[in-house]
């Protein structure tokens, strides 16, 4: 596709259980972010990969969430054990470097829904 | 300190009006973005800069890399100009500010 795709679109799950939230960035974009955005609030920077350097997991709010990117293109963002504080719009971002070059712009996703419940 | 400070943080004008809205930051950047969020919508990227002015048209985006600041000018606005506007900067993550949110009356 022409931009950022995310599944599932909306979530609904039980307090407990993993879930799997995939992001196929635009082909050629070597720069991947996530982000969340709870209800009312602003974003919330997530994990970053550029490239083959390590990603910037610096984000993280605990050591049930992990990001994996594989090939260089399909990243999954995995949360174990949920919780209800959990609840977000869970938004996914490409772009293609860094740096202000108009090919670095940063296309978002529309975001997965997800509910805890 | 957040590292990236928006403001105003609400911002209500009438139709027609020349609205500012400013952000300033505190780290190293490679670049600085103006983003738009409108309620339940996705998020679009309006401006990407790292120095000078970038106008696209009623939007203009202004930074001074010295003084740590950008400014979003948006002139003759219009209700459909009510969103959420995000200054993000670039150290190599992205850094959001917490996003100024416009409301353009008839």
């Known amino acids: 596709g022409a931009g950022v795709s995310q599944s599932p679109s909306n979530k609904v799950t039980e307090k407990g259980k993993d879930v799997e939230l995939r992001c196929d960035p635009i082909?050629?974009?070597?720069?991947l972010y996530w982000y969340r955005q709870s209800l009312g609030q602003g974003l919330e920077f997530l994990i970053y990969?550029?490239?083959?350097?390590?990603?910037?997991k610096s984000g993280l709010p605990s050591d049930r969430f992990s990001a994996e990117r594989t090939g260089g293109s399909v990243s999954t963002l995995t949360i174990q054990r949920t919780q209800q504080e959990d609840s977000a719009v869970y938004l996914c971002?490409?772009?293609?470097?860094?740096?202000?070059?108009?090919?670095?712009?940063?296309?978002f996703g529309e975001g997965s829904w997800l509910t805890v419940v | 300190k957040n590292e990236v400070e928006q403001s105003p943080q609400n911002l209500t004008a009438q139709e027609g009006e020349f609205i500012t809205i400013n952000c300033s930051y505190s780290?190293?950047?490679?670049?600085l973005h103006w983003l738009q969020q409108h309620p339940g919508g996705g998020i679009v990227s309006l401006f990407m800069?790292?120095?000078g002015k970038k106008k696209h048209g009623r939007l203009i985006a202004t930074i001074n890399i010295q003084e740590k600041h950008s400014s979003l000018h948006i002139t003759a606005s219009h209700p459909r100009d009510s969103a959420v506007y995000i200054c993000?900067?670039?150290?190599?993550?992205?850094?959001f500010g917490k996003g100024t949110k416009l409301s353009v009356k008839p």
């Open positions: 990969f550029q490239g083959n350097s390590a990603p910037d």
């Open positions: 800069l790292s120095s």
């Open positions: 780290v190293g950047i490679s670049a």
């Open positions: 993000a900067v670039n150290p190599g993550n992205l850094i």
């Open positions: 971002a490409s772009s293609r470097g860094q740096g202000s070059g108009s090919g670095n712009t940063i296309y």
């Open positions: 082909s050629g974009h070597t720069a």
